[in-house]
Each structure stands twice: as C-alpha cells, then as structure tokens.
C-alpha cells in the first residue's frame, strides 16, 4: 500500500481588467496509484506594487502566497506574457487612484 502526494497547477487564468493572474493548485493523494483525495488552493498574482513613493515596482515571481513555495515556471510563463507595459501602467494608475486615504474620519470610525 503505497501513498503519494503530488501538486498539480491545473488552471491558470487571467482574472480582472488589470490582468491578475489566478492559479489553482491540485493536491493529489494516491493510493497504489488510485487517485482518492484531491483538495484546491488557490492565489492571485497582481503586476506589482507601489512603494512609498509611489513607484511600481514589479511583482518579482519568486513565491506563492505563503511565502515558501517557489512559483513554478508555466506560472511565471503566462504572468511574464500578460503583463506588458502598457499593463503594468494601467496597474500602477489603478493603484494610485484606489490608495487608501487616512484622515480624521477614519480615526474617529476606529475609536467608535
């Protein structure tokens, strides 16, 4: 009775106007080579950030959201394709134009 586990990347997917990239990650339990268990996980890859000056700074590709996993190469494949220029800067502006603003009101609303 011989158990294994592999990861499968089964869907990757362009998501949003600025071109997120969503991927779904396949857990696959086997046993003797029956497949009896699957579970899902997914993350979301955005072009970039902006720093504290507002400058973009690309989205390295180094690992999935926690923080250990290396993103593997199919991956960065589709992210590298998707995001051109001409994203990357409709990105940055939509970055930009939904930056969270903290004035009075807010400490007010969180001292309630």
């Keep these: 009775m011989?158990?294994?586990e592999?990861?499968?990347?089964d869907k990757i997917e362009i998501v949003?106007?600025?071109k997120c990239v969503q991927v779904r990650k396949?857990?696959?339990i086997k046993k003797d080579g029956e497949e009896i268990a699957r579970s899902f996980e997914r993350y979301v890859l955005e072009p970039g950030s902006l720093d504290g000056s507002d400058n973009f700074v690309?989205?390295?590709l180094e690992k999935e959201a926690d923080g250990v996993t290396d993103i593997p190469d199919e991956v960065k494949s589709v992210c590298n394709a998707v995001w051109t220029a001409d994203v990357k800067t409709a990105f940055?502006?939509?970055?930009?134009?939904t930056k969270p603003t903290y004035g009075i009101g807010w400490i007010f609303y969180i001292n309630r």
């Design 6 to 9: 592999t990861i499968e990347y």
């Design 26 to 28: 396949a857990t696959v």
């Design 2 to 4: 011989a158990l294994t």
């Design 92 to 97: 940055k502006a939509h970055l930009i134009a």
């Design 58 to 60: 690309d989205n390295p």
């Design 16 to 18: 949003t106007q600025n």
